[in-house]
Every structure is written in C-alpha cells, then in structure tokens.
C-alpha cells in the first residue's frame, strides 16, 4: 500500500482517477489501483474515451461484433463504454456497499452535444443509468444553465449525478439548488433518499490558466504576483459554501428524511503550469469528506512526495476572497472568465466526442 495515498485518504479524501479504458481493466490495473493505491472510484469522459479507443486493439473484437450484430457507429460508443463503465463498477462492488454510497463510483458522461439541452439530457441520462444497469454509477450533467433543470430531474428519479464543469461560486450555488430541489421531488414522490447520491466537480488548474493568461496581459508586478492563486482561492470558497449549505435549515430538513450531501469534488487537478508544484491541487485542498479525482500523473506523484495535511481549506477563507478582490483590483472580469471557461469546457468536450466518432468510424470500416 502506498503510505503518501492512504494517509490522505484517511485525511478524509477519496481518491478517484481520472482515466478508464478496457487495458486498465482487462489486465488487472485498476484493481491494482484500488488495492494498493488508495483509489476509491473513477471518473470518465469523452477526452479519456476517446483517447482509450484510439489506442492499440482492445475495441477491435468487440467493433467487428458489433459491427456484424448492425450497430452503427454512436451505436458502439455506447455499448463499448457503458460496458467498461459497468465492469469497474463491478470492481468497486465492496467499495461500495462499505462507504455506504460514497465511494466505489464510476462516472459516464452524458452527450456533451446536449449540454445546451434540458430535455435530451434527461432522456440521455436515464438511458445510460439503465444501460450500466448499476447501483454506483454516476451521470455526469454539465453545469450548464441548461443542464441545472437536467439535474433536478435525474435527481428526482433517484439517479445519481456527477455535476461537472461547475467554474464559479455562483454557478456552484444553483448547483446545490438543483440537487437539493431534486431530493425534495424525490422525498415527494416517496423514494428512499438514502439511494441518492450525488458529487458537485468543481474545475481547478483550468481556472489558473485563464486567468494567469489574463494576468500576463495585464503585466503589472501586481498581476504577476496573482498568479496561481485563484484555482485554490475558487475551490476554498466554494467548500465554504457547502459548509453553508449544510448548516442550513432547507439542508436539515432533507437529511433527516436520509439524505446524502453532494459532496464537493475537485477536478482538472492536473498542473497545467510547470512552474507549479505538481501535488498542489491535492496537497491544497484537504479536508474529510471531499473528492479528488486525478489524472495517474498527479497521483503518482502525490504517491512519491505529496504530504498530507489534516485540513488545508477551511482556514482560508478570508485569504481566498482577498484573491478575488484583488484580481478585480487588477483588472480581471471574473464574470468573463467563468463565461470562457465554461464554453471551452464544453467545446472541448464536443470536439473529444467528435474525435471518438471518427476513430470508430474508422474501426468499423476496417472491421
């Protein structure tokens, strides 16, 4: 067992990677990963499917099949990635059942073709929730204001969600509205909220890059020293607000019918900078009871040398905001900043789906 990864998940925080593929679990890694390494769940999307299907032939039996079987190509895509979905689900089985919930999850993305799309979104994530046809499998809905009304109704199904592409505090706050209207439909409608679980994924190292762009613009020795900051700042904030939330009455209400909190998880914790310790989106941002999931590159390295201390957070509040005004001060418009972020995120995503298209179109042809 590394030491350096069990001790920060005893810290509180679970560990989940940020990477699937048919190699990972066809030759014992990821089982590796979770019984050696401390890893606890993984994350998925179209970025890491399309670079997992592209690689080598561990698609090419199960193309040809489906190919004879007369799948066309999004066809494939879906069967192929809900079946890698299910079988690390499986993997995490015990996981699972013993976090009572928390851990032991699998994410699968929605579309990211719908994300400006409430009522597709819907129908797509009730689709994949039946087809990986498991209890922890999470459906990844992007935090988009059309994804918000998406979320409250998987929510209210008694579907598990994984919020992704949250990038401010302010969108993060409708986050937790969405998923909170969602369990007092469910609660409604009379379904056990114990089965609800949900995660709020909170984008970090991307947040630095856009600004740290801006602030090389601006140029001032002012600018210049904000730099890196505002990553560890936003996610800061944002664990205050759900220290907020679930001190609330509205919050209370709900956990006394059995409900489980969203928990805060912290994703794009790879370092983008060189110039930047590569553990400081894990190293900065412990505290029980969050989630961190991680590219193998950061966790490997947190493995080596990261050093875990007991709560890195919530001691920093009034720091973090001082970041923001003073990124104001300097001149950098948060709100643009979010609005970019937010679209990039999603673009991104869509030009991965595209490229995942393409090599299987290809696979099939030359099936």
């Known amino acids: 067992m590394n030491e350096r990864l069990k001790s920060l998940a005893d810290a509180g925080v679970s560990i989940w990677l940020d990477d699937l593929s048919r190699a990972r679990l066809t030759s014992g890694n990821l089982k590796d990963l979770i019984d050696n390494y401390s890893v606890r769940g993984v994350t998925s999307n179209p970025t890491i499917f399309a670079a997992a299907m592209s690689k080598g032939d561990d698609y090419a039996d199960q193309v040809s099949a489906l190919k004879t079987a007369g799948h066309d190509v999004e066809g494939v895509i879906r069967v192929a990635t809900t079946d890698d979905v299910r079988n690390a689900c499986d993997l995490f089985t015990d996981l699972y059942v013993s976090s009572k919930g928390f851990d032991g999850r699998v994410s699968i993305e929605v579309d990211p073709r719908l ?20 209890e922890n499998v999470l459906i990844k809905i992007p935090a988009t204001l059309a994804g918000l009304p998406a979320i409250t109704a998987a929510t209210a199904e008694g579907i598990s969600v994984n919020v992704t592409l949250i990038f ?15 369990l007092e439909q469910a609660a409604a409608a009379g379904k056990d909220l114990s089965k609800i679980h949900s995660v709020a994924s909170f ?15 601006i140029g001032t020795d002012a600018a210049a020293a904000l730099k890196g900051k505002a990553g560890l700042a936003n996610a800061r904030l944002a664990y205050q607000l759900f220290e907020q939330t679930i001190a609330s009455d509205r919050w209370q209400a ?113 099936a």
């Open 254 to 366: 709900l956990a006394a019918q059995g409900a489980n909190p969203q928990r805060p998880l912290w994703a794009s914790t790879g370092v983008k900078n060189p110039a930047y310790p590569d553990t400081m989106y894990v190293a900065e941002l412990i505290v029980d009871g969050v989630v961190n999931t991680m590219p193998e590159k950061t966790m490997m390295a947190f493995g080596d040398h990261g050093e875990t201390q007991p709560d890195t957070i919530t001691g920093h509040y009034a720091e973090s905001q001082q970041v923001f005004d003073d990124l104001t001060a300097a001149g950098v418009d948060m709100d643009d900043v979010y609005r970019v972020l937010e679209t990039e995120g999603v673009d991104k995503f869509i030009a991965s789906w595209k490229e995942l298209l393409e090599t299987v179109e290809n696979a099939l042809v030359n």
């Open 115 to 134: 994300a400006n799309e409430t009522d597709a979104t819907i129908t797509q994530a009730k689709e994949l929730h039946d087809l990986v046809d498991r």
């Open 203 to 217: 984008f970090v190292s991307r947040v630095d890059s856009e600004i740290d762009k801006r602030l090389d613009a």
């Open 168 to 182: 401010s505090v302010t969108r993060y706050e409708q986050v937790i509205d969405a998923y909170l209207t969602g």
